[in-house]
Each structure stands twice: as structure tokens, then as C-alpha cells.
């Protein structure tokens, strides 16, 4: 399902195939999951840069419905398709193992902080006065920054959990 928020399009309620299905390719669904994580962040920068004054109350309570499930269904996928893929490979490498499970951890906080604004992003919908903007601002701007910062760090692992995989050799 795709939907818009800000006009940003994002795949709600992706998930990687079930048996029966054809495979998908880890990497290539993963930058699918980071591009829809990406476009999250950017929806929920506008909403932080409306505030106080411009709320779009129907985009905030929009956004409260899709945060969570969002964020849980593409950590679930990036968990059972992605990780299983790079755990099948480098079994046997115990700092690639150690970087996974800090994924993981991640994966866990940024889930837990998009609960609290799902929350927050609820009573803007609801043109509830007792938000402060400027704490919702915050709330925002500290997990898009985190989202955004996960991505970069898993890009920059994963490329390189790539080529050494491709080239046979230890990356530096």
C-alpha cells in the first residue's frame, strides 16, 4: 500500500516476500526501505517546520496511524530478509554478527520513539493546545535525525559487508 504524507509517497505495510513468492533481492529491497524511511523523515521535518503556527492537523494525525507500523513492518523485513542474507554469509565473523545486533538495538529504540510521537503527532491532529511546539519539534527533529543517521551507518557497513563479499577480501 502506498500513501502520501507532505507529498511524500511512502509503501506502508511492506514486507518481504512469503514463501511461494519470488525473492527479492536483499540489497535491492533494502535501499527500497531506506528510500520509504528517508521520505518519513522528510514528511516529518515539514510537520517540525510548521510548528507552531501552520499545522496541518489532518497530515499529523496521518502521520501518527503510519509511523509505527511503518517503521515495524520495514524492521521486520530489513531483520528476517536482509540480516538472515548477510548472518548466511559471514556466519563466522563475530564484529559482523556484533554490528548486526547493533542494528537490531536501533531498530528497537527508534521503534519505541516512534510510539511517543504517534502519540504526540495524535494530539496535533487533534488541535490539542496543550502540545508544546517546541518540544514536539524536538521529539521530531531527534527521530528523523536518528532515522537518518541508522540509514547512513547501515549504508556504509552494508557497502562494505558487500564488497568484501564480492571481492573474497577483508575490507579496511
Known sequence: M?????????????????????????????AGAHHDQLALCDSLEAIADSL???????????????????????????????FAWIEQRFADDASVQALLERLKYE??????????????????????????????????????TSVRRHISFEQECLRGILVQHLSGKPTV
Open 107 to 144: 531498530h528497537c529504540e527508534d521503534e519505541c520513539f516512534a510510539e511517543e510521537l504517534t502519540e504526540m503527532l495524535d494530539r496535533l491532529g487533534a488541535a490539542d493546545r496543550t502540545v508544546n511546539a517546541e518540544t514536539a519539534g524536538y521529539m521530531l527533529r531527534g527521530f528523523f
Open 52 to 82: 507552531p503556527e501552520e499545522i496541518n492537523r489532518e497530515t499529523c494525525a496521518y502521520a501518527a496511524k503510519v509511523i509505527g507500523p511503518m517503521m515495524r513492518d520495514l524492521h521486520a523485513g530489513e531483520e528476517r530478509w536482509v
Open 2 to 30: 502506498r500513501a502520501k504524507i507532505n507529498g511524500r509517497t511512502l509503501s506502508i505495510g511492506t514486507r518481504p516476500p512469503t514463501s511461494g513468492e519470488p525473492p527479492i533481492e536483499p540489497l535491492a529491497w533494502l
